[in-house]
């Protein structure tokens, strides 16, 4: 608890009425695989649903930074732009969708990381 809502937590803690979260792994070396996790996400968003996203490094970094290390919200989407809820600065900012799909360094709306690693979707 010291350390956080672990990413198979957030989907049990995650609220909102009327909706279920289901967590999922993100690897954004299949592209086609996370590009249809952020087509739901863009649906959720297109219906108000928040969509948390956990982010982190990668396996050239070593293990412990490709664990997913960080929570951010996914508030809004248009045009393939996220506007993300990034608590760690307290900020509201933005990611593309192809900036999610071939991450290229440390950003801003990761809270600093560079992979999306984990994300909690809502379902049926």
């Given at each position: 608890?010291?350390?956080?809502?672990?990413?198979?937590?957030?989907?049990?803690?995650?609220?909102?009425?009327?909706?279920?979260?289901?967590?999922?792994?993100?690897?954004?070396?299949?592209?086609?695989?996370?590009?249809?996790?952020?087509?739901?996400?863009?649906?959720?968003?297109?219906a108000?649903?928040?969509?948390p996203?956990?982010?982190?490094?990668?396996?050239?970094?070593g293990?412990?930074?490709?664990?997913?290390?960080h929570?951010?919200?996914?508030?809004?989407?248009?045009?393939?732009?996220?506007?993300?809820?990034?608590?760690?600065?307290?900020?509201?900012?933005?990611?593309?969708?192809?900036?999610?799909?071939?991450?290229?360094g440390p950003?801003?709306?990761?809270?600093?990381?560079?992979?999306?690693?984990?994300?909690?979707?809502?379902?049926?």
């Amino acid at each position: 608890a010291s350390l956080g809502t672990p990413p198979w937590g957030a989907a049990l803690a995650a609220r909102f009425p009327g909706v279920r979260y289901r967590g999922e792994m993100i690897d954004d070396g299949d592209r086609a695989r996370t590009a249809r996790q952020l087509a739901r996400a863009a649906g959720a968003l297109e219906a108000d649903i928040p969509v948390p996203l956990y982010t982190g490094g990668d396996l050239a970094s070593g293990l412990a930074t490709a664990a997913p290390r960080h929570v951010v919200l996914l508030g809004a989407h248009a045009d393939g732009v996220f506007t993300v809820y990034e608590p760690g600065h307290g900020l509201l900012t933005t990611v593309t969708r192809d900036e999610l799909l071939s991450p290229r360094g440390p950003h801003r709306a990761l809270g600093g990381w560079t992979h999306a690693t984990w994300i909690a979707l809502p379902h049926q």
